[in-house]
């Protein structure tokens, strides 16, 4: 049986490098006809035609969430990111909203498939394969995440069971008797479905379910939250990565437990300083730009995630020959905080406090504003037995060490801080607009 989906995904990275350049050119030449890329680009006196080359991309500007929405605010109902006549649009689907206006985005019969073969990708990598079940507990609504899965799923070839209209205790009953092997939800839902089961007597770990695929949240990287579902499960949680504006753009394969390749042939990876957007190395942190190279009729091109990832080139034992990146998404560029010139992020400083700490040892990292200039303070609550004033001048030491300033430590009583699976929750954010 083969082991990748596609031929391409063990290629050479010279290899790799060709076909990107290949499908940008072409993506290039088909924007020339999207009035939402044209008018960009004609504003910014660029002429695209100019891009001959991958390290060309960076004479376009980036993309950006807000451009979207402006443009949709703008010419409603669908805005004009559409390389096509309207007529060949057959999929439409729109994002929650969370932060800020919810975006619409349609999708060809082309960019459908495409979006399709990408979700494919990533399950065939997670270890799915035609002769699976695929369970679907999800109301099968606007929004896009599991309704690429489930297609995805046509295109391996393994049979799909769309179990929206059905409460949780139908959905496990369902799922059990017709021996579903692999089940896509978000991670919170498939603890909810855990409980459920323990509350109606059904011993999940006797169901054939062997994987649980994850969008919708970051959890599935989160190692405290896949051990909690493969406990309840007896089963391998993976992730599938995704954002609405450039589609599922990573692979979580059976070798990697918290690593993610990035689908290299189906999207063009950069990570950038945040603040000056110039290109950083492999290794370093830094924020996530993407250009998707299938969706033509509908693209993100150079858009800003506002991720922050750093890039592993070890070697992955599946072969595949896309890059890793490490801890899939680290945090959010929007999080950095600017103190005295220098840019620090949350999850640095995290790892950093996290070093010094113990087991049931909490932290919590507050960014806050004093006369106009940006400060930063950790919390934090020592265990028992632990001398607090020398845990703080501790971390205080690691911390002046690591960043070369001077950032203050507090200890607080145990069990004042709330208690968090997600890093990004041990961030609070205090700071005023200025
Ligand atoms: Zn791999």
Not at 382 to 390: E, H, L, T, V
């Amino acid at each position: 049986m083969r082991s990748n989906f596609t031929p391409f995904e063990a290629a050479s990275r010279g290899e790799i490098r060709a076909l990107q350049e290949q499908k940008l050119l072409g993506l290039l030449r088909k924007v020339s006809g999207n009035p939402f890329y044209r008018r960009k680009y004609e504003e910014c006196g660029i002429n695209p035609e100019r891009v001959r080359s991958l390290e060309d991309l960076r004479m376009l500007p980036f993309t950006y969430k807000r451009d979207f929405q402006k443009d949709q605010t703008e010419n409603p109902p669908f805005g004009t990111n559409l390389s096509e006549p309207l007529e060949n649009y057959v999929r439409y689907h729109q994002t929650t909203g969370t932060t800020g206006l919810p975006l619409k985005w349609m999708d060809t019969r082309e960019s459908w498939e495409w979006r399709g073969k990408c979700a494919a990708m990533s399950l065939w990598a997670s270890g799915v394969r035609p002769s699976d079940v695929v369970f679907f507990p999800f109301a099968f609504g606007p929004h896009v995440a599991f309704w690429g899965l489930f297609e995805g799923t046509f295109q391996i070839g393994a049979l799909a069971i769309a179990g929206g209209g059905w409460n949780t205790v139908q959905r496990l009953r369902s799922l059990i008797e017709n021996q579903a092997t692999v089940v896509c939800c978000t991670p919170t839902y498939a603890l909810r479905m855990a409980e459920a089961a323990a509350d109606n007597n059904i011993d999940l770990s006797k169901s054939s379910v062997r994987l649980l695929i994850h969008a919708g949240e970051p959890g599935g990287l989160v190692p405290s939250i896949q051990k909690k579902i493969s406990e309840a499960w007896g089963a391998t949680p993976y992730d599938y990565p995704g954002l609405t504006e450039v589609g599922a753009y990573a692979l979580h394969c059976e070798h990697q437990r918290t690593a993610i390749h990035v689908n290299e042939t189906e999207f063009i990876l950069e990570v950038i300083d945040p603040t000056t957007g110039e290109p950083l190395e492999d290794g370093n942190m830094g924020e996530m730009v993407l250009t998707n190279l299938g969706r033509t009729s509908s693209p993100g091109i150079r858009f800003r995630t506002h991720d922050l990832v750093r890039v592993s080139t070890a070697q992955c034992g599946c072969g595949r020959t896309f890059r890793l990146l490490e801890g899939g998404v680290l945090g959010r560029s929007d999080d950095m905080i600017i103190i005295r010139g220098m840019n620090l992020f949350p999850s640095d400083l995290g790892n950093v406090v996290e070093s010094c700490l113990l087991i049931g040892e909490e932290y919590q990292i507050i960014a806050y504003t004093k006369d106009g200039m940006g400060e930063v303070k950790v919390c934090v609550e020592p265990g028992k037995g632990r001398d607090p004033a020398q845990l703080c001048k501790r971390l205080e030491r690691a911390l002046r060490e690591r960043f070369e300033i001077r950032i203050p430590v507090e200890a607080v009583p145990l069990n004042t801080l709330p208690r968090s699976d997600y890093k990004s929750k041990r961030f609070v954010d205090k700071r005023t607009a200025s």
